[in-house]
């Protein structure tokens, strides 16, 4: 299979890149009347799979779950998951063929053999949903012309796609149709109900393209979501532990520090995130990140041209052919790091605190963030696009390192988000070799405003403001927060 | 001289710039058994923590009203559906492991835990999972912990919400037999049926203490001026069916549990129903396959104003025709809502209010709060108002819609008897309207009087169904 991305012409490539449009509310007026009375079978019962389905089916709709025989008879998981909130379950012989629209909620990796077991039992005329298009545009799964593809995703983790719908709301959610696969003209229409069906349509949908959500996915996953909060944290507990910081102190800080941080992040963006430094250490940090800026400006760039050559997928696909070698190898050697095998010390730490005392992770959250929103947009992708797949996931993937720590947010997120975390990592590290010897206690450890006065120059604080306030990344995101107001804190602490 | 257990000298207590406490004494001797009572809002809650505060659980002990568990991973970002949808992963530890890990923690054999389980009517509970609890059951949970730990002094705040009859009657002797054996008790309750052995009681005023002789001296809330019902709350709701709810022989269980077996049920059409049971009997569950909530409604015999469930309606078909309250509702609420956005959200059945509202809504909800004296409150956030104040936010949030069935779980739970009868006042006169209501409560005292029928539940079959 050809990656599908690179077979297109240039003009082709920008136009589905470039495709990004934020809906509007009266678009989903019809509800899910397309699916009213159609039979819908969720291939996959994990965390996705179930909540979708609940949802879908409390929307009114008619919901099955098609799994693989060896689950069934194993009685595993995701059987146990699916019976026991009272679902019809059967093999994909007996359910697939029967299926209006079939939904393909299970992890990357097994989306190839998936795709080759289900489509030749699929009915003529049917449709196939994804909810990540690395199948279709990177190993360039080719599907039967006369089945209409379609894509809905939801931006948060399944469990929260099912507590906002029971709350009356919803989860912001990107749709997409496959141009190569809509022979009817219902692609729209299909994802579209689907999408009100899970509640997204409460929260902000996104009308985006397989090849938008892909390479802007793969770009913020690798870089600002996994890679960077790893680097930042390895870092900063190391550093803390060398210049004499109780350990189990640093360990609480940096596991819980980028939760609190970037809750700040999630409700005021960037600029609402420094609001909550002194004056004096927001200007520190808007000079650190500066720094930050420049130094790994090269590494996301190099990040996003290989997510866009197809460089990225090819090497991961060899390793997942190679049987895992290297992710394996990395993933194991996350779970031997300092900060991993020190738990979290029993002391209060208050929420002020987390910003006073960790300077430099909202300094790293804000470089990151920035960067990889302008590295995206640079290479054709929409301000729309690049706020999900940056800002807005920020905060979920550091709840996950609240819960337990980086082998365990490598462990939530997909194989695809890990090996590329991984890559960034170990290229990042060294990068900041330099920059690391110079940061001293006041921005990891202690507190940045101790035996200071708070005093500031007017005209340069106005600036660092006016700097923060307008980079585009608050601009789209005052307008895609909005539609998500009444979205809940997540937290641990 | 005898030794103090607890002396609290000069204490200032502020809440945001609220005086709670000010220049507060208090010396508690072993041998005295408290009770607080008086107004709500007078700092009660506040007075009960700060004591255990920093003190050694075997010394001082304090048992809140409701404590909020977390999962596995520490999350405690739960809804109030949780415990129906079932999900192999992510689970909270069961209430036998939490006992087990309490028991660790301070010393403690289990033995000595048995007989406190049985009294409460709890042990059939040790391998439910938190989730699974109802607030009835945290409620026992939470009790069993400091009665089984015995400190010097334990607190405890409302000791008797949502209680069963007999289990309340048990905690009631468990109470004197553990004061006898040397625990001093201070209980926050304003319930007039207590343990022999309390012997001093106080209220706090103008935040300071001031014991009194009885519990009759104790101050009461003003009594509540009987405002006109709203005119949009006198009019008859409509109904397309005269079957509101039928449930045809339905059981739910999880693996082998059985929580209801062989259920059946009608409500016609303005019918007024009470359903009772003691803590675990089934009563939420039940009543949450009435309400969208349950998973297994769509593979019983239930059927809904008319329909039955799985025939394309989708939940919010079914909740814009019923207005629910429930203990689980309240505690597991959206923390940022003020209580004019909880009243709103009633409209979309929301938990907190995300859409615009209406002209003609606003109107509705200004007039509501205004019935229920909540006006000056409007713009506060729910979780910082007393659980009265809370609760009759979110009984204005049930009926706001004037919705064809009401269902009523436990609404008086922490209303005292002034606002308990004003409020079962209101559903009669609403009811008179033709409402239909199912309506949960422990005790005959505390139900409207407008009630025709009754269900009997006892662990999770229909014992008893009369018509009264």
């Not at chain 1, 892909?214 to 996994?226: A, N, P, R």
């Not at chain 2, 109904?239 to 059985?258: I, Q």
Request: with cysteine.
């Amino acid at each position: 299979m050809a990656n599908y991305f690179n077979t297109l012409p240039l003009r082709e490539q920008l136009n589905q890149l470039g495709e990004a449009e934020f809906m509007d509310s009266a678009e989903f007026s019809d509800g899910v009347n397309a699916l009213k009375g159609k039979k819908i079978v969720i291939v996959g019962c994990g965390a996705q799979g179930l909540n979708q389905g609940l949802n879908l089916r409390d929307s009114g709709l008619d919901v099955s779950y098609a799994l693989r025989k060896e689950a069934i008879e194993q009685k595993r998981d995701s059987w146990k998951n699916a019976t026991d909130n009272n679902f019809a379950v059967g093999t994909y012989e007996e359910l697939i063929p029967t299926a209006d629209l079939v939904i393909n909620l299970t992890p990357d990796k097994q989306h190839t053999s998936v795709i080759n077991a289900v489509q030749p039992l699929m009915k003529q005329g049917a449709a196939l949903s994804y909810s990540h298009g690395f199948n279709i545009v990177e190993e360039g799964m080719q599907i039967r012309k006369d089945i209409t593809v379609i894509m809905v995703a939801p931006k948060c983790p399944g469990s929260e796609v099912r507590a906002e719908y029971l709350r009356g709301f919803g989860v912001p959610t990107l749709i997409a149709v496959h141009p190569e696969n809509d022979p009817e003209g219902k692609g729209w229409p299909y994802a579209k109900a689907y999408c009100v069906g899970t509640g997204g349509h409460r929260a902000g949908v996104l009308k985006s393209s397989f090849v938008a959500e892909v390479k802007s996915d793969l770009m913020g996953e690798q870089t600002i979501l996994c890679g960077l909060l790893q680097t930042g944290s390895i870092l900063s507990f190391d550093k803390m532990v060398e210049k004499g910081i109780d350990a189990g102190y640093a360990s609480k800080l940096v596991q819980y520090g980028v939760e609190v941080i970037t809750e700040a992040l999630k409700h005021g963006g960037v600029s609402g995130m420094l609001d909550r430094l002194s004056n004096p250490a927001k200007i520190k940090a808007f000079q650190v990140s500066e720094e930050l800026k420049d130094i790994m400006r090269p590494l996301f760039q190099k990040h996003q041209d290989d997510i866009m050559s197809g460089e990225f997928s090819k090497t991961m696909m060899e390793d997942w052919a190679n049987g895992d070698a290297n992710l394996l190898k990395w993933r194991a050697e996350t779970g031997e790091t300092a900060f991993e095998k020190t738990p979290a010390g029993d002391v209060k730490i208050s929420e002020q605190e987390y910003f006073d005392n960790y300077l430099l992770m909202v300094a790293f959250v804000r470089a990151g963030v920035e960067l990889a929103f302008e590295t995206m947009v640079e290479a054709g992708i929409k301000p729309e696009s690049a706020y999900y797949e940056s800002l807005h996931e920020t905060p979920l993937i550091a709840n996950t390192i609240a819960r337990k720590k980086l082998f365990e947010m490598n462990r939530v997120i997909s194989d695809t988000a890990e090996y590329g975390c991984y890559l960034f990592d170990q290229a990042c590290k060294p990068l900041l070799t330099d920059f690391m010897k110079k940061v001293d206690t006041d921005l990891v450890g202690k507190n940045f405003n101790e035996g200071k006065d708070g005093s500031v120059d007017n005209v340069q604080l106005v600036q660092v403001n006016e700097i923060l306030r307008n980079h585009p990344v608050e601009i789209v995101g005052v307008k895609l927060r909005q539609a998500m107001t009444a979205m809940k804190a997540i937290k641990t602490v | 001289m005898k030794q103090p257990l607890v002396q609290i000298v000069q204490l200032n207590l502020q809440y945001a710039d609220q005086v709670v406490l000010s220049d507060f004494n208090w010396t508690i001797y072993a041998g005295e058994n408290w009770v607080i009572g008086g107004k709500s809002g007078t700092g009660k809650t506040s007075l009960a923590k700060t004591i255990a505060e920093d003190k050694h659980p075997a010394h001082v002990y304090y048992v809140s009203n409701w404590y909020q568990f977390t999962n596995l991973e520490g999350d405690r970002n739960f809804y109030y559906q949780q415990r129906y949808n079932k999900f192999q992963t992510n689970d909270t530890l069961t209430v036998y492991a939490d006992l087990l890990h309490f028991g660790q923690k301070h010393g403690l054999d289990f033995a000595d835990a048995e007989p406190i389980l049985e009294a409460l009517g709890f042990q059939n509970c040790k391998d439910t999972q938190l989730i699974e609890l109802s607030s009835g059951e945290h409620k026992k949970l939470q009790l069993v912990q400091g009665l089984w730990l015995r400190p010097k002094l334990l607190i405890i705040d409302e000791p008797f919400t949502g209680l069963d009859q007999q289990s309340r009657v048990n905690l009631l002797d468990i109470f004197d037999k553990i004061a006898e054996m040397g625990t001093s008790l201070i209980l926050v309750t304003n319930e007039e049926n207590l343990p022999t052995c309390i012997n001093r009681f106080a209220e706090i005023e103008n935040g300071k203490l001031r014991v009194v002789e009885h519990p009759a001296d104790f101050s009461k809330d003003a009594r509540r001026n009987k405002k006109p019902i709203p005119y949009f709350l006198q009019q008859a709701p409509s109904f397309t069916n005269t079957s509101v709810v039928e449930l045809r022989n339905v059981s739910v269980r999880y693996g082998d549990k059985v929580v209801l077996k062989n259920v059946n049920w009608k409500i016609n059409a303005r019918e007024k129903w009470l359903l009772q049971g003691p803590n675990g009997s089934g009563k939420s569950t039940l009543l949450s396959l009435l309400n969208g909530d349950h998973p297994q409604a769509y593979n019983a015999d239930v059927w809904l104003f008319g329909a039955k469930r799985g025939s394309g309606e989708s939940i919010w078909d079914i909740k814009e025709k019923v207005g629910i309250i429930s203990p689980e509702m309240h505690w597991y609420f959206d923390q940022n809502a003020t209580v004019w956005h909880t009243i709103a959200s009633g409209f979309y059945d929301s938990i907190g209010w995300f859409l615009e509202v209406k002209y003609e809504e606003k109107k509705r909800i200004e007039q509501l709060l205004d019935f229920f004296d909540l006006l000056p409150y409007k713009n506060q956030l729910l979780r910082t108002l007393p659980l009265g104040k809370q609760r009759l936010a979110l009984l204005a949030r049930t009926i706001i819609k004037n919705p064809p069935l009401l269902i009523l779980d436990e609404p008086c739970q922490g209303l005292d008897v002034a606002q308990t009868n004003h409020f079962n006042a209101v559903v009669d006169e609403l009811c008179a309207n033709g409402n239909t209501l199912i309506y949960v409560g422990h005790y005959e005292s505390q139900i409207p009087s407008c009630i025709e029928h009754r269900l009997l539940l006892e662990k999770g079959e229909v014992v008893e169904e009369v018509t009264i």
